[in-house]
């Protein structure tokens, strides 16, 4: 057990909606990472956020938009959904900002039909 | 911007057998990471190198940091099947961390 919780563990909408993913980071850790990992596919790094701070931009599509508040849990808000935007979805949780290894929760599963 | 290929994408090893899997970057690293992802699950740390040329042992796993820097490797001795899984590494530069595609291991008994 990582210590990261991600809610919910799978997640079925249909094209155009939108979602909410939250991500409780290990007891301690300040950074909260979202990655995207598409089927067989690597890890797509999203956005970062530490101590409440946005730190890092990867390629965040416009439709998505993330915060971390003030208990240092995230969340990640995923509109106007396409196909495409079918993948698990990692929070990833590091005791600061630099260096620190990463432990990932087991991720949320999205399927837009 | 800072680029981490890692190589090769998919490694079908026999059983008992040894392979090693390879991390490139475009830039010089501070230091690389090394994290694994069972079939379903989530990545998981492995180990971190920092120094030029270091080398540390997880068991049968060897990991290897290049003198430059620039470059990692992961060897694996006797695979066994319980050395399935997607092995990724991470390469951090001005603490931003790039993550390589994988490399996905399968293991015929």
């Known amino acids: 057990d990582s210590g990261v919780t991600q809610t919910p563990k799978h997640l079925i909408t249909a094209t155009g909606q939108r979602v909410t993913l939250r991500c409780s980071p290990r007891s301690g850790d300040l950074s909260v990472y979202w990655y995207q990992q598409s089927l067989d596919q690597g890890l797509q790094f999203l956005i970062q956020?530490?101590?409440?701070?946005?730190?890092a931009k990867g390629n965040i599509l416009e439709r998505f938009s993330a915060q971390q508040f003030p208990d240092l849990h995230s969340e990640l808000n995923l509109s106007s959904l396409e196909l495409g935007d079918s993948a698990l979805y990692f929070c990833a949780s590091s005791v600061d900002q630099r260096n620190s290894p990463l432990h990932f929760g087991n991720g949320t599963r999205l399927t837009v039909t | 911007g800072q680029q981490v290929m890692q190589i090769p994408q998919y490694q079908h090893v026999q059983e008992g057998e040894d392979f090693t899997t390879y991390c490139n970057s475009s830039?010089?690293?501070?230091?690389i990471q090394w994290y694994k992802q069972r079939p379903g699950g989530h990545p998981v740390f492995l180990i971190q190198?920092?120094?030029?040329?270091e080398v540390k042992k997880q068991k049968r796993l060897t990991f290897q940091f290049g003198e430059a820097k620039k470059n990692s490797s992961l060897h694996i001795t006797a695979t066994q099947t319980t050395d399935v899984g997607t092995y990724f590494c991470a390469g951090i530069n001005d603490y931003k961390l790039s993550f390589g595609a994988g490399t996905t291991v399968t293991v015929r008994a």
């Open positions: 830039t010089t690293l501070s230091n």
């Open positions: 956020y530490y101590n409440g701070e946005e730190r």
């Open positions: 190198l920092v120094k030029s040329g």
